[in-house]
């Protein structure tokens, strides 16, 4: 039986892209294994990543927030780290120092002395701003070295806010001269910012940028994901972006066979949390760490 030219021709299209394909796939490299996700291979259960040390239990990006909630148990710290006006590295989620402090001003046109002399816990509240209990009680802003010192034994998830300053060379620095490289995973939305850290601290875990999030999940889509050797060991992502589902099984299974942890963001409510678990999250990034801990029967 003869087939028809065009037939023949689509089928050797086919078998051209699926031969290239087994080839990409067999270039394609997993994330190695990393010292910092040891502890995750020798247990079961998900990950309790403390956003912002705790948010919804104690002021944000502070040291009493970040020793309360390594003395609750929980996995890993999660922070944010900008520069001062004289290049200190302080954590800070927001670019000014208005919403958590007592102060006005954005975090880098003031000195880490300047910032040091506000309240980090002015606003915090949590039965809607009917009482502060942490105001005037000496929680100041730290810097990302004060929280290496005072907690050597935690593990740290560190976003890097600006890539202009670049925070490369100097978080690099610090993490060298702390002895904490294999206790840190580097994290930041901006693609410039990881390649410059990945350069400086090629030793230093990193997840990945928005852009790599990005790419892993449209590869899925396209049933492209064996082909992608990634950079990163960790995809830190929300459940759903853009009105699209970014978590699905499909999603995490593809992420596991790249070698990659995933790391569900931020989950707050107990029902929520229970879900990300089943569906096999290797962390949840929370702001209620007491409930994550209830949810996976921790407590």
Same mark, same amino acid.
């Given at each position: 039986m003869h087939l028809p030219r065009p037939l023949l021709t689509i089928i050797a299209a086919v078998a051209v892209a699926i031969g290239a394909f087994?080839? *990409?796939?067999?270039?394609?490299?997993?994330?190695?294994?990393?010292?910092?996700?040891?502890?995750? @291979?020798?247990?079961?259960?998900?990950?309790?990543?403390?956003?912002?040390?705790?948010?919804? !239990?104690?002021?944000?990006?502070? !040291?009493?927030?970040?020793? #309360? %909630? %390594? @003395? *609750?148990?929980?996995?890993?710290? =999660? *922070?944010?780290?900008?520069?001062?006006?004289?290049?200190v590295l302080v954590l800070m989620h927001d670019s000014s120092v208005e919403r958590t402090t007592n102060g006005?001003? @954005?975090?880098?046109?003031?000195?880490?002395?300047?910032?040091? /002399? !506000?309240? %980090?816990? +002015? #606003?915090?509240?949590?039965d809607g701003g009917q009482? +502060?209990?942490?105001?005037?009680?000496g929680i100041t802003v730290p810097t990302i070295a004060d929280v290496f010192s005072a907690l050597p034994e935690a593990r740290m998830n560190i976003e890097m806010k600006t890539v202009q300053p670049s925070l490369a060379t100097t978080l690099c620095a610090l993490i060298?001269?702390?002895?904490?490289? =294999?206790?840190?995973?580097?994290?930041?939305?901006? #693609? !410039? %910012?990881?390649?410059?850290?990945?350069?400086?601290?090629?030793?230093?875990?990193?997840? /990945?940028s928005e852009d790599e999030a990005r790419a892993f999940f449209a590869l899925n889509l396209a049933f492209l994901g064996p082909i992608y050797s990634p950079e990163f060991y960790a995809l830190q992502v929300?459940?759903?972006?853009?009105?699209?589902?970014?978590?699905?099984p499909g999603?995490?299974?593809? @992420?596991?066979?790249?070698?990659? =942890?995933? #790391?569900?963001?931020?989950?707050? =409510?107990?029902?929520? *949390?229970?879900r990300m678990s089943e569906l096999g999250m290797d962390g949840i990034v929370t702001d209620y760490p007491d409930r994550l801990r209830n949810a996976l029967g921790r407590n």
């Amino acid at each position: 039986m003869h087939l028809p030219r065009p037939l023949l021709t689509i089928i050797a299209a086919v078998a051209v892209a699926i031969g290239a394909f087994g080839t *990409m796939a067999a270039l394609a490299q997993p994330a190695p294994a990393h010292p910092f996700f040891a502890p995750v @291979a020798q247990q079961s259960h998900t990950e309790i990543i403390a956003h912002r040390g705790g948010a919804g !239990l104690w002021p944000e990006n502070t !040291l009493y927030a970040f020793e #309360h %909630a %390594a @003395a *609750m148990g929980i996995d890993m710290l =999660e *922070m944010d780290v900008r520069s001062s006006a004289d290049d200190v590295l302080v954590l800070m989620h927001d670019s000014s120092v208005e919403r958590t402090t007592n102060g006005m001003g @954005a975090v880098r046109k003031l000195t880490f002395a300047e910032l040091q /002399a !506000l309240d %980090a816990a +002015y #606003h915090w509240s949590d039965d809607g701003g009917q009482t +502060y209990r942490y105001r005037d009680k000496g929680i100041t802003v730290p810097t990302i070295a004060d929280v290496f010192s005072a907690l050597p034994e935690a593990r740290m998830n560190i976003e890097m806010k600006t890539v202009q300053p670049s925070l490369a060379t100097t978080l690099c620095a610090l993490i060298q001269e702390h002895k904490v490289t =294999e206790r840190v995973l580097v994290a930041s939305f901006n #693609h !410039l %910012a990881l390649q410059q850290f990945r350069a400086m601290c090629p030793g230093v875990a990193t997840s /990945a940028s928005e852009d790599e999030a990005r790419a892993f999940f449209a590869l899925n889509l396209a049933f492209l994901g064996p082909i992608y050797s990634p950079e990163f060991y960790a995809l830190q992502v929300p459940e759903q972006r853009n009105g699209m589902r970014v978590l699905t099984p499909g999603f995490v299974r593809a @992420a596991h066979d790249r070698g990659l =942890e995933v #790391h569900a963001w931020t989950i707050n =409510e107990e029902n929520n *949390m229970k879900r990300m678990s089943e569906l096999g999250m290797d962390g949840i990034v929370t702001d209620y760490p007491d409930r994550l801990r209830n949810a996976l029967g921790r407590n």
